[in-house]
């Protein structure tokens, strides 16, 4: 009796083995089964999402005067689906106050692409793939967080326009931007540069700077360099002198240079023909100089012009010359 329990026995415990490794094969099967369900309906979800979203932006896409527009405004993007490169055709990005947080890598798929407008929004970070992107003419990313320029932007070899104003941290931009041989308008406003950079003295074509509102406390002394620049706007800055060689900036025709801290106008400044437009207000100029002769029949604003601009630099420096002279005299006198 005792060898058929024992027989019994282990029969039972066989048994009892089998079984369990069969629940636990069949669970195993059944929950791979559910992981594969799931994984088909997540590609079949993230396969009709991408199809929303695609028609959703394709929805947005306008032609106007022959060019093939992305326009979207106000509305929440902070990142842009892959789905986009289906649209690889979009000649100009009006992306306006969307929160766009990343200018996507896949940015290269876009061949086409004529002007990349991102203004207003919360972008930290422009990809070296900028680079790849060989017809671009216009680059406008004011009023955002950028506070790197990589040296790729320099492959962009056509382009036009380049706009970066307030974009708080931006304090220097790479030497290969003197690359841009077509570049002619460039804003860097409202950003931290302490000094205009190598890169942009060396910009073949620039005709319009905007450095107003950084922190420059001075301009290069090789400033003339900058032989097509007609446009210079210089508000807001820490500037205490200018240097001489700003009178051989013969294509000058604007010049703004209010609130800093300049006490002195150069000399040379006077020959300065082609200078239409000059603002000097809101400097502790060393003499006190006011022009005679104020048109009485005209606006504030035109006055205000008047006083600090094109005429009062003239007077100034005449005044500047003659008191100059009055002091010399002086001193030879009580030096006699």
Known sequence: MTGVTVCCGTVNSIKTLWETRIKKSTDELKKEREQRDRRAVGRLTGAWEDRITLANLKGKVVTEEGRVILRIEKEEWKTL?????????????????IGLQKIPRFISSFESLLVLDLSRNSVTEIPKEIGK??????????????????EELGCCENLEKLELAMNEDL????????????????????????????CVVNLPSLEWLDMGSNR??????DIHRMEKLHTLWLPRNELEYLPDNISH????????????????????????????FVNFRDNPLTYDVTLPNLKEDVDEEENDREMFGREFMHFYIQEARKRGYAVLNMYCVQNW
């Open 249 to 276: 900036m013969q294509s000058l025709d604007t010049l703004v240079l209010s609130k800093n801290k300049l006490r002195d106008i150069p000399p040379l400044m006077e020959g300065m023909s082609n200078l239409r």
């Open 216 to 221: 420059l406390e001075s301009l290069p002394e």
């Open 171 to 198: 304090d220097e931009l790479p030497t290969q931007l003197s690359n841009l041989k077509k570049l002619y308008h460039l804003d860097l406003s409202m950003n931290h540069f302490t000094t205009i950079p190598d």
């Open 133 to 150: 992107l060989s017809r671009l003419r216009e680059l406008l990313l004011s009023y955002n967080r950028v506070s790197y320029v990589p």
């Open 81 to 97: 689906p892959p789905a986009l490169v289906q649209l690889s055709q979009i000649q100009e990005w009006q992306l306006h106050r």
